[in-house]
């Protein structure tokens, strides 16, 4: 049985919720995750760059881009953009989590481990750890495909207007996280957070993101308490575009800040330090979303901006 690494248990201790042993996080990918995965025309995909931070991008293809020959391994036939900044470092030994997430039926489940191969077909990744998540939190969305060729890379340095605005209004984003080094059960991740429109906060480049109730599995917090580097992946999910943010992250565990957002019990931020942007990066279009019912027990920022 796969478990919880010991900085996922002090974030559970911290938070007051300790789960100790779980058989939901297993060692290997049961059935119906596995056709699940099979199913989806894209996958959101943590790994580390050649810095050791953690980076995030999106896979896609054709339903049934995604195979699992067995309950320890997935095929994924996407073939890497040498453009996107986290194809070079897809590479066999890379530690990789994996989220396949429905917008459509917000059913959503996580596989992480390493890539064992790589070429430009696609890549295969051994599976470490594979659980499921609860749909909380996730706006219901219909997608369909497009055709056009993707804009190049724009480096970031700081959250410029365009990257700020879309900050503002987006109601999900998804956090790339690893565990420090040496830790068993360890390894790359990546996780989706939702709420309403401006659920994030912006102070110049300081992002706050609530931490609302989940599964107590504090995952990604337990990950940044050891390693405090995090990458963020926000999609216009009208446009297409991709925008990927990296810094370093402080956890607010007094929940002072969350006062200010009805529904949080903590929050994060993140000090952004790069990152890039690309337009219609993503095959794929969404229509207008519908809110998870959880919105309704959250709210906006309130006090100083």
Not at 17 to 43: C, K, S
Not at 114 to 137: I, K, W
């Amino acid at each position: 049985m796969a478990s919880f690494h010991a900085d996922e248990i002090a974030a559970q201790e911290r938070a007051g919720h300790v789960l100790g042993e779980t058989p939901a996080i297993r060692a290997f990918m049961p059935e119906q995750h596995r056709i699940f995965l099979a199913g989806l025309p894209y996958l959101f995909v943590g790994t580390i760059d050649a810095a050791g931070a953690p980076v995030a991008t999106v896979l896609t293809g054709q339903p049934g881009f995604v195979r699992s020959p067995d309950a320890t391994h997935l095929a994924i036939a996407a073939a890497l953009d040498p453009a996107d900044p986290v194809a070079r470092v897809l590479v066999p030994g890379a530690e990789v989590g994996i989220l396949g997430l429905d917008f459509a039926t917000r059913r959503r489940n996580r596989a992480n481990g390493r890539v064992v191969q790589c070429d430009p077909e696609g890549l295969t990744v051994a599976v470490a750890q594979s659980f499921g998540n609860c749909p909380q939190y996730i706006q219901r969305r219909i997608s369909r495909p497009v055709v056009g060729p993707a804009g190049p890379v724009e480096p970031l340095s700081v959250l410029d207007t365009e990257a700020a605005d879309l900050v503002q209004s987006a109601d999900t984003l998804f956090v790339a996280s690893r565990a420090r080094d040496g830790l068993a059960d360890g390894g790359a991740d990546i996780s989706h957070r939702g709420g309403r429109p401006g659920f994030v906060r912006i102070r110049g480049d300081v992002l706050t993101v609530p931490d609302f109730p989940g599964n107590r599995y504090f995952n990604t917090l337990g990950n940044l308490i050891g390693e405090p580097r995090a990458a963020l992946l926000f999609l216009d999910f009208a446009r297409s575009d991709l925008l990927v943010l990296q810094g370093r992250t402080v956890i607010d565990w007094t929940g002072a800040e969350a006062a200010h957002l009805m529904g949080a019990q903590r929050s994060w931020s993140l000090t952004v330090e790069q990152g890039w942007r690309r337009r219609a990066a993503v095959p794929l279009r969404w229509g207008a979303p519908e809110p998870a019912p959880q919105l309704t027990r959250t709210g906006l920022w309130a006090g100083p901006a």
